[in-house]
């Protein structure tokens, strides 16, 4: 507790949380070898709360494997969360917050511990993953169940998708005070777009604004501001991952679930100074090298506005030995080049694997519970087909020495990525494009770009035209084939051409032109529409094509690759004007002013003192 120990504070103004994440209760359970290895980690980490003498136990979601587990599953859960926090034990922590507002389908809306029909030892707080996720009849996750029944308290979750209001489970022991904020799982498609149009915000403590103006440290605050969320941390694209800088600065410390691979450390974000620990997964779902981490759950130590986090190694983890190979490397050491290359790298992927099960012998803990027969997965990457061999036939040589016998090698292809000759934009084309007058619309934009640019010969096979047609099809119709049917069309039409005139290598060039010549726009456009697919007729009045850009448009419902569900929702009226470039943006609510800029809200949450932050992405 940067520097302060635990035994120099009383023990009854600390406050002790064991941190868990991605459970995944379920998976595999139809598997005679592995089907129990998720009940015995939770059971163990159970075990550890009782041991531990915690306070409350924090799950970062992914509790289920499936949104709606199997009834031994959920019969499992139920038995064990029973026999582990059921009991006399009298819980120390008091809940300051509308608690009717925090915990969903609590049926007394409140915490299960001040029910007077259940007796808790261990209270456990739990956000929602993807894979627990409100889905089907009544939007209910099994979370819901687990709440109804008094056995979990379900908090962060979301009924409106159209905008996030995060507001804090506020709890007190002692001295300390603890403000717990829950982001579930939402898609982070929509959670993208929610951020950029401010729709995410944060209400806190009063004080909190107090402290935005950098007089007040954070460890010198009255409240430890604790969020858990569950959202790709690693960058997958912008629109597919939480970037870390987007979270506001008044956080100490951010429980990160979804991520598996196990960063329980606490890392510090230099921009915003806050802490993020990623405890990972507590069993592997996925033969991977970040899943061949050590698993560990952590013990958390509030006191005040300082806090420890002591990471607990868990011994019930079945033992796993990841290994990648490029066999590329090996290729003068093995003789590949000199021919029956497949016997060569079954042989010696057989070596290797033989000592992987010696390294794995390593990992076994003395538990009694832990399973002895390791997960093996050597990953061979190849370049020449040549090499590959039966993985199945394979990993029968093992089936009584490893527990996943079916995919105990995996091949992987090597792609060889060649740059490409650089296309070089006639600038000058573009700009009289763009000043041309009758060019309103994206794809006139791109027919004239490509006539104005005729002498550099930017088209060897299309048509300008053909390119605009695609591109109106594409943002008018929102046909999402029409590149790849338009392409294969002049595709099949340029071959059959070149197969009757059957020229020399070096006239290739020539014929295609002669093609483009032969095969006028208008012709091809009849072709199309003789083979069913819909084209846009030329007009010759601007207004009617303008009128078509005005037309709206429906909106489409889909599910996102992180089994996000929903409807999407268009923003009328929006135009790329609106929003400047980004940086994250905190909006304080408060009857009080700082030194530190700000943007004051109009409204006060009413008699509850709080401030309200609003998340957008406005980075630099």
């Known amino acids: 507790m940067n520097g302060t120990t635990t035994a120099e504070q009383d023990a009854d103004n600390v406050i002790r949380i064991l941190v868990a994440t991605d459970n995944h209760l379920g ?49 499992k859960c139920i038995e064990l969360l029973r ?111 929610l951020i950029k149009d401010f729709k995410v915000k944060f209400n806190c403590p009063e004080n909190v604004a107090n402290g935005e103006d950098g007089n007040e440290s954070k460890e010198e605050e009255d409240w430890f501001h604790l969020l858990v969320v569950h959202q790709n941390r690693a960058d997958r694209g912008p629109k597919n991952y939480l970037p870390e800088d987007l979270l506001p600065s008044f956080l100490h410390l951010v429980i990160w679930g979804h991520e598996h691979d196990c960063r329980i450390e606490p890392e510090e974000n230099a921009k915003k100074r806050f802490y993020v620990s990623q405890p990972g997964s507590s069993v592997p779902t996925s033969l991977s090298e970040g899943e061949a981490k050590k698993k560990h759950v952590g013990l958390l130590e509030i006191y005040k506005g300082k806090f420890k986090l002591k990471p607990l190694p868990l011994e019930t983890v079945r033992p796993f030995v990841f290994e990648s190979v490029v066999l590329a490397d090996h290729a003068d050491e093995l003789g590949l080049v000199e021919g029956d290359a497949s016997t060569k790298v079954f042989k010696f992927a057989q070596e290797r694997v033989e000592a992987m099960i010696e390294r794995a012998v390593a990992q076994h803990t003395g538990h009694s519970k832990q399973p002895t027969l390791p997960l093996i997965r050597l990953r061979l990457l190849y370049t020449d087909e040549s090499c590959m061999f039966n993985a199945i036939r394979f990993g029968e040589m093992f089936s009584t020495r490893v527990a996943n016998v079916q995919d105990v090698v995996q091949f992987s292809k090597v792609v060889k990525r060649t740059k490409t000759e650089a296309v070089n934009l006639d600038k000058e084309a573009l700009r009289r494009a763009l000043e041309a007058d009758n060019a309103t619309r994206v794809e006139e934009l791109v027919d004239r770009y490509f006539e104005e640019a005729k002498s550099n010969k930017p088209l060897k096979l299309f048509h300008s035209k053909a390119l605009a047609e695609m591109t109106y099809r594409l943002l008018e119709q929102r046909d999402a084939d029409a590149a790849e049917n338009i392409v294969k069309f002049y595709k099949e039409k340029a071959v059959d ?51 078509e850009a005005n037309a709206s448009t429906a909106p489409a419902t889909g599910r996102g690759a992180a ?58």
């Open 563 to 620: 089994r996000g569900r929903g409807t999407a929702r268009t923003r009328a009226g929006a135009t790329a004007g609106t929003r400047g470039k980004g940086q994250l943006d905190v909006t304080v609510s408060s009857t009080r002013t700082s030194g530190r800029q700000q943007t004051l809200l109009s409204s006060v949450m009413g008699s509850r003192n709080t401030a309200s932050y609003v998340i957008s992405d406005d980075s630099d």
């Open 27 to 75: 998976y595999g359970e139809k598997d005679a070898v592995r089907g129990e290895d998720s009940f015995t980690a939770f059971e163990e980490i159970l075990e550890l709360a009782v041991s531990e003498d915690v306070d409350m136990i924090l799950l970062g979601g992914d509790l289920f494997h499936d949104a709606v587990p199997s009834q031994n599953a959920l019969h």
């Open 497 to 547: 051409h070149l197969m009757e005139a059957m020229p020399n290598d070096e006239n290739i060039d020539e014929e295609l032109e002669r093609f483009r010549v032969l095969h006028k726009h208008g012709d091809l456009l009849k072709m199309l529409e003789t083979q069913g697919l819909k084209v846009k007729k030329e007009e010759k009045s601007m207004s009617v094509l303008g009128s």
């Open 83 to 193: 026999r582990y926090t059921f009991g006399d034990r009298p819980v120390s922590l008091e809940i300051l917050s509308d608690q009717g507002q925090c915990f969903h389908n609590a049926v007394n809306q409140s915490v299960n511990y001040e029910d007077p029909n259940l007796n808790i030892a261990i209270p456990v707080f739990s956000i929602h993953g993807n894979h627990d996720d409100p889905s089907g009849f009544g939007r209910l996750s099994s979370l819901d169940l687990l709440s109804t029944s008094g056995l979990v308290n379900y908090f962060g979750r979301w009924t409106d998708l159209t905008q996030v209001e995060i507001s804090p489970v506020l709890m007190r022991k002692g001295e300390s005070q603890l403000a717990l904020y829950g982001l579930s799982h939402i898609h982070d498609g929509r959670l993208a777009r």
